[in-house]
């Protein structure tokens, strides 16, 4: 995935926020870029959170070798990828299609990989929630039979 030069993140500009769920403790790096992150209340079912992006034309991917990610559907936007890796950080497991492992099947699936500029703040965050942070997991299908379309 190519990168930008670094500069600094400006932060999100909040549309719409709840005061519902429980507010999860963002250190204060990741709370000045995204604002309050709120989850529900832990209940007897998982939850499951989707992020991706799109064209306005609902174009998920170029499908194009070697553009084949969300980057250049995103314009390679840092703030993207910060919000990826926040929910990352977040998440106890990181799902992804046939189609992007395929597609780039080196890829280190974590929030660390996603953003490291933000890696501790990502760590920090991970910590405080009691969450197993693991920066070296990747997903390896080298000797699996998987089916990509």
Do not use: C, H, K, W
């Given at each position: 995935m190519p990168r930008r030069a670094s500069t600094p993140l400006a932060p999100l500009q909040k549309l719409f926020e709840t005061k519902r769920g429980k507010?999860?403790?963002?250190?204060?790096?990741?709370?000045?870029?995204?604002?309050?992150?709120?989850m529900p209340q832990p209940r007897t079912h998982p939850y499951v959170l989707s992020n991706f992006v799109t064209t306005m034309d609902g174009?998920?991917?170029?499908?194009?070798k070697g553009h084949a990610s969300g980057g250049d559907i995103s314009g390679f936007s840092a703030q993207d990828?910060?919000?990826?890796?926040?929910?990352?950080?977040i998440a106890d497991v990181v799902i992804?299609?046939?189609?992007?492992?395929?597609?780039?099947?080196q890829h280190v699936w974590t929030?660390?990989?996603?953003?490291?500029?933000?890696?501790?703040?990502y760590r920090r965050l991970s910590k405080a929630l009691g969450d197993f942070y693991?920066?070296?997991?990747?997903?390896d299908w080298?000797?699996?039979?998987?089916?990509?379309?």
């Open positions: 507010r999860l403790p963002l250190p204060p790096n990741l709370a000045r870029l995204y604002g309050s992150l709120r174009v998920v991917s170029l499908n194009v990828r910060m919000v990826m890796g926040l929910l990352r950080a992804i299609g046939a189609g992007t492992l395929g597609a780039d099947r929030a660390r990989a996603i953003f490291p500029e933000l890696a501790d703040d693991d920066s070296s997991y990747r997903a080298s000797d699996q039979d998987v089916p990509l379309g």
